[in-house]
């Protein structure tokens, strides 16, 4: 789908033909769509199916008048999905007159924009347009990352009551999300050093500022993610030597009760033999024996509970 907008009384309008000073979002769009943006501005040809890739990584290209930026963005896919937080690219495309932003799927960072909930923003002005761009990503990587620090605390409360596989498999399903974030920061990064060098964002005095919460803000996002993965990392070590511990426990129970119930078994075996044995005539030889039993028994297990053994 490819709507237009531009800027008009500091607030969004779709308009319905592309102009100078407008921006155009293309999100899924379909090959007649792609076919369209090509035709009516030509120079984002050679970038627009790298924004279609899910795989590529962020960075900034300039060619003449055209920047090409292409970013990782945070995208939640919903709690229930195995992989609930992701990341796509999304791909500002910008020449003097046009900025043109392609992404393959719907996300929450283009809906603000739509919906005007974006402070300061004119199409007109591509480079701050850009830039807000940028500081909304980071804004979302950091409220991704509370939701994914309040899940974890919710699944090591549960985990805490009782040990579920369903729990474990919970936090490697958070743990790969934190390495996919972790992941499209650095690539970020990356991409901001090379907006750095290039001096584009830095024209004027706000634009020098806004580029520095951006930075800031990304900061932030990183080591925000380094901490969660290595609490969420020493988090499921932590459990896994902790199952490890009461398998070995149960294990060491069920030896010592069967130590415990081998002892009558022997005796047992001894007078059951098909020979004559001691007291076989006797009527009290079947209590005797069991006492016997019983009592070594008790003395065995009395022994492993002062060692500790149970």
């Not at 379909?30 to 899910?54: G, V």
């Not at 392609?102 to 929450?108: A, G, L, Q």
């Not at 007291?279 to 006492?291: C, D, H, M, W």
Request: some cysteine; charged content about 25%; hydrophobic content about 45%.
């Amino acid at each position: 789908m490819i709507t237009i907008f531009r800027t008009s009384n500091r607030r969004l309008e779709e308009i319905r033909e592309p102009e100078p000073g407008c921006w155009v979002n293309a999100v899924e769009p379909t090959e007649e769509e792609l076919a369209w943006l090509i035709k009516t501005f030509p120079f984002t040809e050679e970038y627009i199916y790298d924004a279609l890739d899910i795989d590529e990584k962020a960075r900034a290209e300039r060619d003449e008048d055209v920047l090409f930026t292409l970013i990782k963005i945070p995208h939640f896919q919903g709690k229930k999905d195995e992989e609930p937080f992701v990341t796509i690219p999304l791909g500002v495309i910008m020449n003097n007159d046009y900025v043109v932003t392609v992404t393959k799927e719907d996300n929450i960072i283009v809906q603000e924009f739509e919906n005007n909930r974006v402070k300061n923003l004119n199409t007109s002005k591509h480079y701050r347009f850009l830039l807000l761009i940028l500081l909304k990503t980071a804004t979302k990587f950091l409220l991704h990352l509370r939701e994914i620090n309040k899940s974890v605390d919710q699944i090591e409360d549960d985990l805490r009551e009782s040990m579920r596989n369903q729990d474990i498999f919970d936090l490697l399903k958070y743990q790969k999300a934190l390495i996919y974030y972790t992941t499209a920061l650095k690539s970020n990064e990356l991409m901001m050093a090379r907006l750095n060098r290039l001096q584009l964002l830095r024209t004027f005095e706000e634009d020098e500022e806004l580029f520095q919460d951006v930075v800031t803000e990304f900061q932030q996002a990183i080591e925000m993610t380094n901490i969660a993965n290595n609490i969420l990392m020493q988090m499921t070590s932590a459990y896994a030597s902790i199952i490890n511990n009461n398998m070995n426990k149960v294990i060491k129970t069920l030896t010592l009760i069967t130590i415990v119930l081998y002892v009558p078994t022997v005796i047992a075996s001894f007078f059951g033999m098909n020979v004559p044995v001691p007291g076989q005539n006797s009527p009290s030889s079947f209590l005797v024996i069991t006492g016997i039993s019983l009592a070594i028994s008790a003395v065995v297990l009395l022994i492993f509970m002062r060692r500790r053994w149970f």
